[in-house]
């Protein structure tokens, strides 16, 4: 592996570490996210605590810090193998954030952003896919979870080279749902869009 690669990877985790969740919601004096709603600071539950605003400038923040690194890594034509460990780190960040005590989000927004320059196809099924279970069930965790599982094999279909370090951040996606998981068993997992109904 180059030194560049090694550079990259690490910019890669401390962007990642940037937790965009707490920094909007401290610019639009909601509560901090790691103490309310599900406790995650992610764009969900910023959304669920009030800042509809905040929750999408939350949602391409998160985008772009999967994204801007593993462009940086396909400019530079970097080996599928460096820019695997750079699309890993960006998560990593992000879910274990070195400049918020690693108390982080899901990573589902950050991994979304690291398939964009494999490919419209990859980016675009996961995509598709999340929302479809969205869109039947309500749930953003069973959206997240379902893609999780299913984007490896469309990567090895399309981008087999990369299959490898995007199994990784979905096994590291699936693992920070692993309390959705228990809560969608037992049947005590909110629904984003049945709550929004209740509201009007």
Known sequence: MSVIAYGVILVAYLFGSISSAILFCRLAGLPDPREHGSHNPGATNVLRIGGKLSAIGVLLFDILKGLLPVSVGFYLELSP???????????????????????????????????????????????????????????????????????????????????????????????????NIQRLWRGQEDKIWKKKKSKN
Do not use: Q
Not at 127 to 148: D, E, H, K, Q, R
């Open 81 to 179: 193998s460096e820019i695997g460990f750079i699309a890993l780190a960006a998560c990593l960040g992000h879910v274990f954030p070195i400049f918020f005590g690693f108390r982080g989000g899901k990573g589902v927004a950050t991994a979304f952003g690291i398939l964009i320059p494999m490919g419209y196809t990859i980016s675009g099924f996961a995509l598709g896919s999340w929302l479809i279970v969205f869109l039947i069930s309500g749930y953003s965790s069973l959206s997240a979870v379902i893609t999780a599982l299913t984007v490896p094999l469309c990567v090895w279909w399309f981008r087999p080279e990369f299959t490898f370090p995007v199994a990784l951040v979905c096994c590291l996606l699936v693992y920070r749902h692993h309390d």
